[in-house]
Antibody, heavy 125, light 107 residues
Framework: EVQLVESGGGLVQPGGSLRLSCAAS????????MHWVRQAPGKGLVWVSR????????TYADSVKGRFTISRDNAKNTLYLQMNSLRAEDTAVYYC??????????????????WGQGTLVTVSS | DIQMTQSPSSLSASVGDRVTITCRAS??????LNWYQQKPGKAPKFLIY???SLQSAVPSRFSGSGSGTDFTLTISSLQPEDFATYYCQQSYSTPLTFGGGTKVEIK
């Protein structure tokens, strides 16, 4: 059974740092691209970052570029999100999600097929 | 960036009703469109990919259609477990973007 379990959330002051972890099990973690998606309280889903299966490429939303760093340890089956210079607007539940290609008519379509339960990050003084 | 706009933002419906949610992209995304369902306090659940293909185990009362910029999610006969918020998401290009969500509530 595929499982993604986030941890590391909590209350942090503006300007502070936090590192989120996402422990993966039930699949070959090293074969999959992974993402972080966040959701502010009462709001919609916002994609944050993506990392290739081997860590060779990372992509970020403009809102977090230069402040957040996505990384992974395939030996530990764990995805990370290092968050620095945190702002009040970063307050959200952070989900990790697996990227899976689904094929239709010979083309591959990227999806977020499994999600963790989320970890809440609150940025407040 | 590709903007995704969903409508309506919320709707009230009864069990057994046919429900349609629309999603519009700010530019053509071919059929690189996914749909997700989210219940309160839970992670999103993946429903549909390539605009119209159901993920396995998703009930056949769900269907998707569209291509280019205009897409729809239809629930043919609303069941009690379908009351949730639904999100479209484009996978055509980064940054990957979601619609604002449509909350389906009980009338």
């Amino acid at each position: 059974e595929v499982q993604l379990v986030e941890s590391g959330g909590g209350l942090v002051q503006p300007g502070g740092s936090l590192r989120l972890s996402c422990a993966a099990s039930g699949f070959t973690f090293s074969r999959y691209w992974m993402h972080w998606v966040r959701q502010a309280p009462g709001k919609g889903l916002v994609w944050v970052s993506r990392i290739y299966n081997d860590g060779s490429s990372t992509t970020y939303a403009d809102s977090v570029k230069g402040r957040f760093t996505i990384s992974r340890d395939n030996a530990k089956n764990t995805l990370y999100l290092q968050m620095n210079s945190l702002r009040a607007e970063d307050t959200a539940v952070y989900y990790c999600a697996r990227d899976q290609l689904y094929y239709y008519d010979s083309s591959g379509y990227p999806t977020f097929d499994y999600w963790g339960q989320g970890t809440l990050v609150t940025v407040s003084s | 960036d590709i903007q995704m706009t969903q409508s309506p933002s919320s709707l009230s419906a009864s069990v057994g009703d046919r429900v349609t949610i629309t999603c519009r992209a700010s530019q053509s995304i071919s059929n690189y469109l996914n749909w997700y369902q989210q219940k309160p306090g839970k992670a999103p659940k993946f429903l549909i990919y390539a605009a119209s293909s159901l993920q396995s185990a998703v009930p056949s009362r769900f269907s998707g259609s569209g291509s280019g910029t205009d897409f729809t999610l239809t629930i043919s006969s609303l069941q009690p477990e379908d009351f949730a918020t639904y999100y479209c998401q484009q996978s055509y290009s980064t940054p990957l973007t979601f619609g604002g969500g449509t909350k389906v509530e009980i009338k």
